[in-house]
């Protein structure tokens, strides 16, 4: 078994997302080799997402998820969108089924090259979230951030997207409130056990949010698509907006919406763009990498191999 793989750098609104391809191999990329990578300027990343041979029928692949600081991730949206674009480009193909750790995803490449992911069925009962204490009602918990009779921060509405998410409503813009200090408090609050992903959302119109999350795993990032679906949830849940919504993802430098629709039958579709930056081979076990020495034309799309 040859020691490297192809990879792709790639970007959904700016989450940085390596997309591996371990089709063929009985190995995994290493939490080493994701630490090893996420060290490195070049391959910088927020999630590493492992092309794997399908391990059920009627599926195309199971994608293995792993964050910057190593530990697995269980959904990442944008980065299945960067998934399905470079194996739409490998094989023509235009739609695809993903086994993950949080279940069955499937997916599409539109004609203008927008990508629908359906994320699945959001899960509010909050021992399944979880949550540390129970809670009739996670639309509005009771949670916050400063003094008590003037919280910076205060009851926002929890769900598992996949993964947990803590979706904080604010008046002003997210990129005002100083979340590099607050987001490592929130994801590792006692209310969490297995961490969170802390999102601020602002209503921007009647249909329209802008949002900016710390990352559980990653810390501060540019986007997060699962984030932006518990967002248009929330926003939803609450009697905010309706169950279709456009998401300006504050902190992102692609001026491009997400568009999320929480349909009638409770899955949560993401649609929005992936964009591909360069390829090399890496060490799965080690990280160690090489840069292709021409990197195809981005028109072209992503390729994994």
Same mark, same amino acid.
């Given at each position: 078994?040859?020691?490297?793989?192809?990879?792709?750098?790639?970007?959904?609104?700016?989450?940085?997302?390596?997309?591996?391809?371990?089709?063929?191999?009985?190995?995994?990329?290493?939490?080493?080799?994701?630490?090893?990578?996420?060290?490195?300027?070049?391959?910088?990343?927020?999630?590493?997402?492992?092309?794997?041979?399908?391990?059920?029928?009627?599926?195309?692949?199971?994608?293995?998820?792993?964050?910057?600081?190593?530990?697995?991730?269980?959904?990442?949206?944008?980065?299945?969108?960067?998934?399905?674009?470079? $194996?739409?480009? +490998?094989?023509?193909?235009? !739609?695809? /089924?993903?086994?993950?750790? &949080? @279940?069955?995803?499937? *997916?599409?490449?539109?004609?203008?090259?927008?990508?629908?992911?359906?994320?699945?069925?959001?899960?509010?009962?909050?021992?399944?979230?979880?949550?540390?204490?129970?809670?009739?009602?996670?639309?509005?918990?009771?949670?916050?951030?400063?003094?008590?009779?003037?919280?910076?921060?205060?009851?926002?509405?929890?769900?598992?997207?996949?993964?947990?998410?803590?979706?904080?409503?604010?008046?002003?813009?997210?990129?005002?409130?100083?979340?590099?200090?607050?987001?490592?408090?929130?994801?590792?609050?006692?209310?969490?056990?297995?961490?969170?992903?802390?999102?601020?959302?602002? $209503?921007?119109? +009647?249909?329209?949010?802008? !949002?900016? /999350?710390?990352?559980?795993? &990653? @810390?501060?990032?540019? *986007?997060?698509?699962?984030?932006?679906?518990?967002?248009?949830?929330?926003?939803?849940?609450?009697?905010?907006?309706?169950?279709?919504?456009?998401?300006?993802?504050?902190?992102?430098?692609?001026?491009?919406?997400?568009?999320?629709?929480?349909?009638?039958?409770?899955?949560?579709?993401?649609?929005?763009?992936?964009?591909?930056?360069?390829?090399?081979?890496?060490?799965?076990?080690?990280?160690?990498?090489?840069?292709?020495?021409?990197?195809?034309?981005?028109?072209?799309?992503?390729?994994?191999?």
């Amino acid at each position: 078994m040859s020691a490297t793989v192809e990879f792709a750098k790639m970007n959904g609104l700016g989450n940085e997302i390596l997309v591996i391809d371990m089709r063929g191999r009985a190995d995994l990329v290493m939490p080493e080799a994701a630490i090893a990578l996420n060290a490195d300027a070049a391959t910088r990343f927020d999630q590493i997402m492992a092309i794997h041979d399908p391990k059920v029928a009627g599926t195309d692949a199971w994608i293995d998820i792993l964050n910057s600081d190593g530990t697995k991730a269980q959904a990442c949206g944008n980065g299945t969108r960067c998934v399905v674009q470079a $194996l739409a480009a +490998e094989t023509g193909r235009k !739609t695809f /089924t993903f086994q993950t750790v &949080a @279940g069955i995803l499937n *997916a599409v490449e539109h004609e203008d090259g927008m990508i629908s992911v359906d994320m699945g069925r959001p899960v509010f009962e909050w021992n399944r979230i979880p949550l540390a204490e129970e809670f009739f009602d996670t639309s509005r918990i009771e949670l916050q951030i400063g003094p008590i009779d003037d919280p910076v921060l205060h009851s926002p509405s929890a769900m598992s997207m996949g993964n947990p998410h803590a979706i904080f409503w604010v008046t002003s813009d997210p990129m005002g409130f100083d979340l590099e200090r607050f987001g490592p408090l929130l994801e590792n609050h006692p209310m969490f056990p297995e961490k969170a992903n802390i999102t601020l959302a602002q $209503l921007t119109s +009647e249909d329209t949010l802008r !949002t900016r /999350t710390w990352e559980r795993g &990653a @810390g501060l990032t540019l *986007a997060c698509g699962s984030a932006a679906c518990a967002a248009a949830v929330s926003a939803a849940r609450t009697g905010r907006t309706g169950r279709r919504v456009t998401i300006d993802v504050a902190s992102s430098p692609v001026h491009q919406p997400l568009v999320i629709e929480w349909r009638e039958d409770d899955h949560v579709v993401m649609t929005g763009p992936a964009e591909w930056e360069w390829s090399g081979k890496l060490d799965p076990a080690t990280g160690t990498f090489t840069r292709d020495e021409e990197p195809q034309n981005n028109e072209q799309g992503a390729r994994v191999n």
